[in-house]
C-alpha cells in the first residue's frame, strides 16, 4: 500500500479480554516499530522489528504484551487481559531500514479503550 | 538517561506570522532529530529532520536550528497557517533506533 496501514482503527474491549492489533507496513520497509500514545502525551516505544527479528523486547511494559511480524511484513501486537491503564493510541510505523538517521514513517493508530 | 523535552505545551500565534517551537535534549551524544506534526485522530506526520554534523536545515516553509553546546533544538514556521494548527514533537533517536519522544507543544493559529 500507499503508507502504513493500522486495524482495527478503534477498538473496545472489555477488561481481560485478549485483543490484537494488525500493522501493514510500507511494501519493502525491513524496519518496524510500535509506540503506545496515551491522551495528551508523547510517544513510548514499545518494540522495533528488523525483518521478523525483534532483538529487544524490554520496552514492552509487561509480559501481558507480545508481538511478532511474518514474512518481513505484517505485525500483530497483542495484549492479553486487558487492563485499564492499557488504553491508548498504538502506533506502527515503518521505515526502508534500521539505520539510525532513517525516517519513520506512521500509521493513523489503533485507538484501543478498554472499559 | 536519554530524555527530549518542550519548553512550552501550547503556543498561540497569529496567522501569518512565524511560529517557533522549542526542544531541548539530553543526550549530548544524539546525533539525529526529526519534527514531527500530528493532527488530531491522526499518526505523527515527518517534516524535517537534522544531523548532528549540521546547524541549519530548511524545508518548505519550516527551518531546523541546532544548537550543540546548549543542546536545543527549534522549528521555525514561516508565515503560519491554519493548516498548521497541530501538536509538534521532536524526537531523537535513541541507542536502540526507537524515537524518544517530547510531549509535545499545541500550535494554536489565530485568525
Known amino acids: 500500500g500507499a503508507g502504513v496501514s493500522q486495524s482495527p482503527s478503534n477498538k473496545v474491549t472489555e477488561k481481560g479480554k485478549d485483543v490484537e492489533l494488525r500493522c501493514d507496513p510500507i511494501?519493502?520497509?525491513?524496519?518496524l516499530y510500535w509506540y503506545r500514545q496515551s491522551l495528551g502525551q508523547g510517544l513510548e516505544f514499545l518494540i522495533y522489528?528488523?525483518?521478523?527479528?525483534?532483538?529487544?523486547k524490554s520496552g514492552l511494559p509487561s509480559d501481558r504484551f507480545s508481538a511478532e511480524r511474518t514474512g518481513g511484513s505484517v505485525s500483530t501486537l497483542t495484549i492479553q487481559r486487558t487492563q485499564q491503564e492499557d488504553s491508548a493510541v498504538y502506533l506502527c510505523?515503518?521505515?526502508?531500514?534500521?539505520?539510525?538517521?532513517?525516517?519513520?514513517?506512521f500509521g493513523q493508530g489503533t485507538r484501543l479503550t478498554v472499559v | 538517561g536519554e530524555s527530549v523535552g518542550l519548553h512550552l505545551p501550547t503556543l498561540s500565534v497569529q496567522e501569518g506570522d512565524n511560529s517557533i517551537i522549542n526542544c531541548a535534549y539530553s543526550?549530548?551524544?544524539?546525533?539525529?532529530f526529526i519534527w514531527y506534526k500530528q493532527e488530531s485522530g491522526k499518526g505523527p506526520q515527518f517534516i524535517i529532520d537534522?544531523?548532528?554534523n549540521m546547524d541549519k536545515r530548511q524545508g518548505q516553509r519550516v527551518t531546523v536550528l541546532l544548537n550543540k553546546t546548549v543542546k536545543h533544538l527549534s522549528l521555525q514556521i514561516a508565515a503560519t497557517q491554519p493548516g498548521d494548527s497541530a501538536v509538534y514533537f521532536c524526537?531523537?533517536?535513541?541507542?536502540?533506533?526507537?524515537?524518544?519522544w517530547g510531549a509535545g507543544t499545541k500550535l494554536i493559529i489565530k485568525p
Open positions: 524526537a531523537e533517536k535513541g541507542s536502540n533506533y526507537q524515537l524518544i
Open positions: 543526550n549530548s551524544a544524539s546525533d539525529y
Open positions: 537534522i544531523r548532528s
Open positions: 511494501s519493502g520497509h525491513t524496519a
Open positions: 522489528f528488523q525483518g521478523n527479528s525483534a532483538p529487544d
Open positions: 510505523a515503518s521505515s526502508p531500514t534500521l539505520g539510525r538517521d532513517t525516517e519513520a514513517f
